[in-house]
């Protein structure tokens, strides 16, 4: 093989590698747009207390059968979907929408979800955060006397 094949392999390379990233760079927030269409279901974050939060859930239209929520390692998932009727009415115009969807939530660490409402078309999901007392700061009293003796406990 001659020694410009080497070069003009790279090269090739090099030019895939930047079509790709340039794909990248116009695929990524067109995805992240499409999925913001699709998933438009408006919701609110709010503190309730120290250790407290809510996620509230604009889910107009739909029936407390039509929803799930599920934990799955700390995310959590809320989806909603009409089961399939048979509708005989003829709409003129129709903007009241009752699309599915599924809502993403990243909990953090030592935040669990403990119960879910539903109240006039809003879903209130409580959460709770549950730090362990081993992780929780402590105080340490300082001694102005002689310091401590610590002796090491056997293994």
């Not at 001659?2 to 590698?17: C, D, Q, S, T, V």
């Not at 269409?37 to 039509?66: H, M, Q, V, W």
Request: with cysteine; charged share 25%.
């Amino acid at each position: 093989m001659p020694e410009w094949g080497g070069r003009i392999g790279l090269a090739f390379e090099r030019i895939l590698l930047c079509v790709r990233l340039t794909l990248h760079r116009f695929t990524v927030p067109v995805l992240a747009l499409i999925k913001l269409l699709t998933c438009s279901t408006p919701y609110n974050i709010e503190k309730t207390g120290e250790d407290g939060y809510r996620i509230s859930i604009a889910a107009a239209g739909f029936s407390e059968a039509d929803l799930e929520i599920e934990v799955k390692e700390n995310t959590l998932n809320v989806s909603a979907q009409k089961p399939r009727a048979e509708d005989k009415r003829t709409y003129l115009h129709r903007g009241i929408a009752t699309r599915a969807f599924e809502r993403q939530f990243h909990l953090a660490d030592h935040v669990r979800a403990v119960g879910a409402s539903y109240d006039d078309g809003m879903l209130h999901i409580e959460l709770i955060r549950e730090v362990p007392e081993a992780l929780k700061p402590r105080r340490i009293q300082i001694q102005s006397k002689s310091p401590l003796q610590v002796e090491a406990s056997p293994a």
